[in-house]
């Protein structure tokens, strides 16, 4: 089993930035790959980034790439979400998840490669 705790999220104006940080405890195994996904209301959840917490490599959603950078820190277990010049249409609940995959990166935006969930913290950007 694996627990994940997202912290970080909060209320900025557009163009201000956010760091988001998910620490994972239990089966490190299962702990390959960690992704970031958010969720606005009425909306379906959508895959923000992930990273292979062994190789370091990363991968962005086309609307966020050069905006947030996804990075880990594996002796404390944690994988930092840094959110720059934010808009109103980032809005919304922010997951982490967890994947014991070890093919790469291929497909991991997509929630259903995804075995562990935290609870989710809240990012609102005002205009």
């Known amino acids: 089993q694996v627990q994940l705790m997202e912290t970080g999220g909060g209320s900025v104006q557009t163009g201000g930035s956010l760091r988001l940080s998910c620490a994972a405890s239990g089966d490190t195994y299962s702990t390959n790959i960690i992704g970031w996904f958010r969720q606005a209301p009425g909306t379906e959840r959508e895959g923000v980034a992930a990273i292979n917490t062994i190789g370091g490599g990363t991968k962005y959603a086309d609307s966020v790439k050069g905006l947030f950078t996804i990075s880990r820190d594996n002796d404390k277990k944690t994988v930092d979400l840094q959110m720059d010049s934010l808009k109103p249409e980032d809005t919304g609940e922010y997951y982490c998840?967890?994947?014991?995959?070890?093919?790469?990166?291929?497909?991991?935006?997509?929630?259903?490669?995804?075995?562990?969930w935290g609870q989710g913290t809240p990012v609102t950007v005002s205009s």
């Open positions: 998840a967890a994947s014991p995959a070890r093919h790469g990166l291929v497909g991991m935006l997509l929630p259903s490669k995804y075995n562990y």
